[in-house]
C-alpha cells in the first residue's frame, strides 16, 4: 500500500476497508504479539482491539525499555543518587518505577540531585556545567536509543568531559523474540515488529530468528492504517500456512537499516549477557562499553555491583511482557498498582502494557 502523506494513514475509508478485508481472510483463532510498546499505545488509542475479529488476540510484547530493566538495574539507579556529589540524569519514566527500596522519585525528593533529560546529550551538557560533581547517565533503551549514547560517550572524549559516566541497562531486540520463542507457554502467532527500532536494525536483523523459528513477523509503522495493514499481512501468512519476513513499513525501513548509527553503536559498544525483567538472563541480548571505553562505564568508575533481588511480590510484569497474562489477570492491577501507586514498571511507563490498558480500557 503505497501512500505518500501522513493524513492517508489515518484515513477513516481505508481503515474500514482494512476491517472489512481482515474478518474476510480471518478463519483461525490467533495470538499476535505487538513487541514495541508504542505500538501497545497506538493499538489502544485508535481502537484498534475493538475492530478485530473476535479470534484475534493482541498480545503485549517486551518492546518498553523501561518495563524489561531488571530490578537490580533500577536498585542500581537508585543506589547512584544516594552517592555524594552525583548527580543522576534519566529519562522521566524511570523517575516512578519502584526498586527494592526506594525511587529516583522519592530519593529526589529526599534532597538527591536527580534530573530528568531528554537525551544524553543534555547529560553532558550537564556535566560540562558542573566538573565539581559526577554526572551518571541511566543507559535504558533498545537499538533506537544505544546510538545516541554511544555518540555522546565520543561527544564527552572529543571535549574532554572526565565527569561523565554511563550505566548500562541497554537491550537488543532479536534476542528477545529467540527467548520468547524458547518459553515454555508462550504463544504466539506472529509478530507485528517495532518500527522504531527497525529503522537502525532492518529487516536484515530478524532474519536469523525468523528463519529459525519460521514465525510470521511483520514489521510496522505506528498510524492506525499501518497497523491494521500489518495485523492483515499476518492473518493471510497464517490462514496460507506461509510464514514470511515482510518490511510493510518501507517508508522508514530498509533491509540494512541505518549503517552510520550501527556502525557507532559497535564502535563503543559490545554484546553481552543480559538481564530481562520477569524472562531472566538472555544471552547475548545486551550490550556493554568496549575495553577501551570502560572509563565512561559507571558501574566500574564506582563500583556498583548490585545483587540480582526478586520482583514485587504479585506483581506480574514479567508474564504480560511475554504474553503469558494480560494485566486483567495481575491480582494487584487497579488494586494495589495504578499509575498514582504503581507497584511494577508497565504501570509506570507510557508504553507499559498495564498503563495502557488502565488509561484506555
Known amino acids: 500500500m503505497a501512500l505518500k502523506y501522513i493524513e492517508e494513514y489515518r484515513d477513516g475509508v481505508l481503515a474500514r476497508g482494512l476491517v472489512k478485508k481482515i474478518h474476510s481472510v480471518s478463519k483461525k483463532d490467533l495470538r499476535l504479539m505487538e513487541v514495541c510498546g508504542t505500538h501497545t499505545t497506538a493499538i489502544f488509542r485508535h481502537g484498534i482491539r475493538s475492530v478485530l475479529p473476535q479470534g484475534i488476540t493482541l498480545l503485549s510484547g517486551p518492546g518498553c525499555p523501561v518495563c524489561v530493566t531488571a530490578q537490580k538495574d533500577i536498585d542500581a539507579f537508585v543506589e547512584f543518587a544516594r552517592v555524594k556529589n552525583v548527580i543522576v540524569t534519566t529519562f522521566g519514566d524511570l523517575i516512578k518505577v519502584p526498586g527494592s527500596s526506594s525511587t529516583l522519585g522519592k530519593e529526589k525528593a529526599s534532597g538527591a540531585d536527580v534530573r530528568i533529560v531528554y537525551s544524553v546529550f543534555d547529560a553532558i551538557n550537564i556535566a560540562r556545567e558542573n566538573k565539581d560533581k559526577e554526572v551518571v547517565f541511566c543507559g535504558v533503551g533498545f537499538e533506537t536509543t544505544i546510538p545516541t549514547i554511544a555518540a555522546g560517550i565520543l561527544m564527552g572524549i ?24 524458547e518459553t515454555d507457554g508462550v504463544e504466539i502467532d506472529g509478530f507485528i515488529l517495532p518500527g522504531h527500532v527497525s529503522v537502525i536494525t532492518g529487516t536484515d536483523a530478524y532474519r536469523d530468528t525468523f528463519e529459525k523459528y519460521d514465525i510470521p513477523s511483520v514489521i510496522s509503522g505506528f498510524e492506525p492504517i499501518d497497523i491494521l495493514q500489518a495485523i492483515l499481512l499476518l492473518i493471510q501468512q497464517n490462514e496460507a500456512e506461509k510464514p514470511a519476513l515482510e518490511n510493510a513499513y518501507p517508508r522508514a525501513v530498509s533491509d540494512a537499516g541505518n549503517g552510520k548509527a550501527k556502525q557507532i553503536m559497535n564502535q563503543v559498544f559490545e554484546v553481552c549477557n543480559a538481564s530481562w525483567r520477569g ?25 556498583m555491583d548490585m545483587p540480582d533481588v526478586p520482583e514485587p511480590k504479585g506483581c506480574a510484569c514479567g508474564e504480560i511482557l511475554m504474553g503469558l497474562k494480560s494485566p486483567y489477570k495481575c491480582p494487584l492491577y487497579k488494586k494495589k498498582c495504578t499509575p498514582m501507586n504503581p507497584v511494577g514498571p508497565c504501570m509506570v511507563s507510557s508504553e507499559g502494557s498495564c498503563a495502557a490498558f488502565y488509561r484506555y480500557s
Open 279 to 303: 524472562i531472566g538472563e538472555i544471552p547475548l541480548s545486551g550490550m556493554e562499553l568496549k575495553k577501551e571505553y570502560q572509563k565512561f562505564d559507571a558501574a566500574i568508575r564506582f563500583g
Open 158 to 181: 572529543e571535549g574532554k568531559v572526565d565527569n561523565f559516566s554511563v550505566y548500562s541497562a541497554n537491550k537488543l531486540t532479536p534476542p528477545a523474540l529467540a527467548a520468547l520463542m
